[in-house]
């Protein structure tokens, strides 16, 4: 991935790119400058954040790879994150910056196949299939550790709360059974 510096001139307002990165702040000032819709109150906003979240999954680089502040060099961000914050800038202006993306990325030459054989194409699908898997296995663990806060929090006496506590511990079909019809450990002599 390049770090050099590239521009591109969108409608007299310039736009910086580093690699995948383009600068949000070039993006802000193309887009107009409302200061309510600056690229740190954007990157606030819970959409922008489970939005970040989702394409760190997705790319395989943690939050601060994705978008990265700095006071003179502005605010860049990866640029799938990049076009989801010229959406909230304003939909025109997006569709704009769409055109200007594609025509930038279609000028720039396909990658050649890698040594081991496998196409960026595969790669790609590869990588986004672990972070489905990821996003994935992320809500199961939110849920086990909600189910864990609700049986920590839940009367011991109530019967509801002890039957999942025995499934939880036991499985389904102990659990089922009542405490009589329970196979006994036999002492041995």
């Known amino acids: 991935m390049s770090t050099a510096i590239q521009h591109i001139d969108m409608d007299g307002n310039d736009v910086s790119l580093k690699g995948e990165m383009v600068s949000l702040t070039g993006l802000w000032k193309a887009a107009g400058s ?23 999954l997705i790319v395989g680089n943690s939050h601060d790879k994705l978008v990265s502040g700095q006071k003179r060099a502005g ?3 990866h640029w799938h994150i990049a076009m989801a914050y010229a959406r909230y800038l ?14 930038h990325m279609e000028s720039r030459a396909v990658a050649p196949v890698p040594a081991h054989g496998i196409s960026p194409d595969v790669l790609a699908m590869i990588r986004r299939t672990d972070g489905i898997a990821r996003q994935l296995s992320g809500k199961v663990t ?48």
């Not at 011991?156 to 036991?170: G, K």
Request: glycine share 2%; proline share 8%; with cysteine.
């Open 34 to 56: 409302d200061p309510s819709k600056a690229p740190a109150q954007w990157l606030r906003l819970s959409q922008a954040i489970e939005f970040i979240e989702h394409v760190s």
């Open 75 to 77: 605010t860049y961000a």
């Open 90 to 103: 304003d939909p025109a202006f997006a569709v704009r910056c769409n055109e200007i993306v594609r025509a």
């Open 142 to 189: 939110k849920i086990e550790k909600a189910l864990e806060a609700f049986l920590a929090s839940a009367n011991q006496n109530a019967p509801a709360a002890r039957l999942v506590i025995e499934i939880e511990r036991n499985g389904p079909e102990e659990a089922a059974t009542s405490p009589s019809q329970r196979s006994k450990p036999r002492n041995r002599i």
